[in-house]
């Protein structure tokens, strides 16, 4: 199976980019928030870009042609 | 009748059934409750997320525990925040017996990269949750012709209906969406969980002799989601394939020949939901 490899370092706000994401012709991207929030009304501090269809990914690499921060890898 | 009405239909259908939609469901029940504050005050998309990923790291597992986890997986749906296909005239009804309608943000388009639309249907509590916890999103309070007119709205566009539960049988809400975007429907697709998105009480059937093929390129296939509808070019036929079939009755309501009906899964004798 293909792994898709997030950079968390490299990639701090994929909720303002979302190029990955909607750059996959497949839906295989998500935004995911990191963790859940800590108190009600609060929306999560931080996201990460989560591969969570990747049972479909066919290797087209559009993901890691839009991203500006070269932030994602497929092994 | 699919197994949660035989617990709570009191002989409708679950979702018709207006017990189902009192709030006391809620306020006296702290595991439903826990339910709807997860995905109102805390963090929807944390929920979207959370479960979602779980049915991913299940479906990786071996044979025979990732059978085993999924089955429980299937299980915990009911237990969490899930739903099933309604056609049309069913979202019509079943908002005629809801109270508070408000159309929020769909939350899987958000994630995963689509426009972001007001396609969330709500009853309930969610009208008062979700702008005391989320102020910062639109959202659009409806009355019962509102709702109906945007339900019509979002048939046209090919959006499927699916009612959703938060803790069977308390109906939160009509989720109104298209297979790129539908982690619900996804999870049960990629990793059987099928009780995250469970078929309608319906198939739809064709009547070959009212259809006319459309002129060459037939409007039903193209508004299928679930991929049911199979086309023969050289005898010019339309088939429907009813164990793909999720029931929505969306290509129905594109025949102008009324060549297709929707029939309840019994009178048709398809067991798969």
Redesign the interface.
Known sequence: MVKIKFDEEKCLKPEEC?EC??A?PL?V?????K???PN??I??PRYIV?P?????CNRCGKCLEVCPKGALKLI | MCDICEKHGKGVKWYLNPENFDDDLVLKDPRRMKVVESITAYSLEYYVYNSSRLARLVNMLPQPIRAVLTAVANKMAYDLHAGQVVPLEDALKIVEIAHNHVVIPCYCRRLTGGKEELTCLNFGLVKELWPKYRPQDNILELDVNGAKELLREWDEKGYVHAVFWAKVPYVIAICNCEKRYCTALRNRLLYGIKNSYKKSHYVAVIDENLCDFCGGSPRCVSRCQFGAIRVDRDSRKVAIRSDLCFGCGLCRDACDNQAIRLVSREEAGVKVW
Do not use: F
């Open positions: 979302m994401i909607r996959c839906g991207l998500m935004l995911a928030p963790k859940k929030p009600p009304g929306p999560p989560y969570l269809y990747d049972v479909v």
